[in-house]
């Protein structure tokens, strides 16, 4: 694939929807593709950052994908996420990125304290059905959902109301 693309590529690790996990090392032997640029590293465990970066190079995009442990993913030497909290809270996660990139790990985990919940909570349901109904909660999107997609279940409506309230994005 990588050889016919005409863009370049970024590599998905999402082992909890795929039941394969990519190890570091098959990353680092993809990154050796001129056309694989990159990364999304969705495991949570931040302590693979280091010899992705090792095994990858300096120069190959290293993006988490898990909202949760991503602030420390960019502190550990990622360059940051692909993220679901940002298709809600676009600027607050743009900060918290660019804290962690600079370094103020205080200041990023200060503001992501705020998102917390949200990140959580906008897993209620499978992705993106709850991210799709905080976008129309917010004005941002129209009302519906496509097959085989299903309208985010009404016991999870108010919990995720208050977390857009606690992130401050209501």
Wanted: aromatic share 4%; glycine share 10%; with cysteine.
């Amino acid at each position: 694939i990588a050889d016919k693309s005409e863009v370049p590529i970024i590599l998905y690790n999402v082992p909890g929807r795929t039941g394969v996990d990519m190890t570091p090392i098959t990353a680092g032997q993809l990154s050796a593709h001129p056309r694989i640029v990159g990364l999304k590293e969705a495991t949570g465990d931040v302590m693979r950052v280091a010899p992705l970066r090792e095994l990858c190079g300096p120069n190959f995009l290293l993006y988490s994908g898990d909202d949760g442990t991503a602030v420390d993913f960019v502190l550990a030497g990622g360059d940051g996420t692909i993220s679901v909290t940002t298709n809600v809270a676009p600027v607050m996660m743009a900060e918290v990125m660019a804290c962690a990139r600079v370094g103020d790990a205080a200041r990023a985990r200060e503001l992501n304290a705020q998102l917390e919940l949200l990140h959580r909570r906008l897993f209620l349901q499978s992705n993106p059905i709850p991210v799709k109904w905080a976008l129309e909660q917010l004005g941002r999107a129209g009302p519906g959902i496509r097959s085989p997609l299903t309208p985010l279940e009404s016991e999870f409506h108010q919990p995720l109301l208050e977390a857009l309230d606690v992130a401050g994005v209501r």
